[in-house]
């Protein structure tokens, strides 16, 4: 408000006395109006400026992002603009997301071996880090044969704690996906954590079952043949695969496993996220962790 009183004063007062007398900085008036300035400028692009703007952010995603998420990255990066005017000028143009598959379930649910709970019961919405996890693994062709990839997903973030990529699915991808989220995230046999899967082989395997024993985690699966009860990994798969992996030829399982590690560590550090507000979920847990100093120092 003070800033604004000067420069309506402008012509009457010298800056430099109505500062003074005002107790502001000279410094700060002028910096407040070219950030007014600018934020004009930015409302006022053109579509030509606007939509150099979306190819951009378009092709540093590799085509995953529709209006909405192109909309927010762009209110990240500044540039002030309606969400109608962005998903009118992309329809326009053409520029969509890459669109949904369907693929193939690896479950081999057809075992003696025992079967937990279901205790997660598609209770998504986690309150706290690393107090549910899930596993899932899926499958990415190569020239070589297949590769396998095992995820463990904090479901409070959805981040990839961890992860591992092999030429088989025996129970020992899931065993090193679950070791290297623990040394990762090192929650505490106290934590009382829920690791959730389907009723693979491998997660009911003695094994697995073990490391979970070992640090002091708590199984639990989904029911049998039900997709929807580990719906945060299929829908990472999904996204992985649309966004990344989907038309490219894999000569080598070394060209695909770098393409996998390059996507979740762009997903856990850079990708917005629909169901965390629009933010990577390495910011939304970050931003949690602030709030709670905050609160405790208040």
Known sequence: MKYAFINRHRRVWPISVQCRVLEASVAGY?????????????RHLSDDALLVHIKVIYAETRGCYGWPRTWRELLARGIL????RVRKLMQLHGIRAKGKRRFKV????????????????????????????VGDITY??????????????????????????REDMGRDIVIDALRMAWFKRHPGKQAGLIFHSDRGSQYASQDFRDVLSEYGATA?????????????????????????LHGQRFVT?????????????WYNSTRL??????????????????????????
């Not at 279901?118 to 107090?131: G, M």
């Not at 639990?220 to 990344?244: H, I, P, Q, Y």
């Open 30 to 42: 002028h910096e407040h109006f070219v950030r007014v300035a600018s934020a004009a400028q930015r």
């Open 81 to 84: 603009v309606g969400k109608e």
């Open 106 to 133: 690896t479950t081999d649910s057809k075992h003696d071996l025992p079967i937990a709970s279901n205790l997660l019961d598609r209770q998504f919405d986690v309150t706290e880090p690393d107090k549910v996890w």
């Open 140 to 165: 990415i062709h190569t020239d070589e044969g297949w590769l396998f990839l095992a995820v463990v997903i904090d479901l409070f973030s959805r981040q990839v704690v961890g992860w591992s990529l």
């Open 220 to 244: 639990s699966m989904s029911r049998r043949g039900n997709c929807w009860d580990n719906a945060c990994s299929e829908t990472l798969f999904g996204s992985l695969k649309v966004e990344r």
């Open 253 to 265: 399982r070394r060209q695909a496993k770098d393409e996998v590690i390059d996507w979740v560590l």
């Open 273 to 298: 996220h629909s169901t965390l507000a629009y933010v990577s979920p390495m910011r939304f847990e970050k931003n949690w962790l602030a709030a709670q100093a905050k609160q405790a120092n208040s």
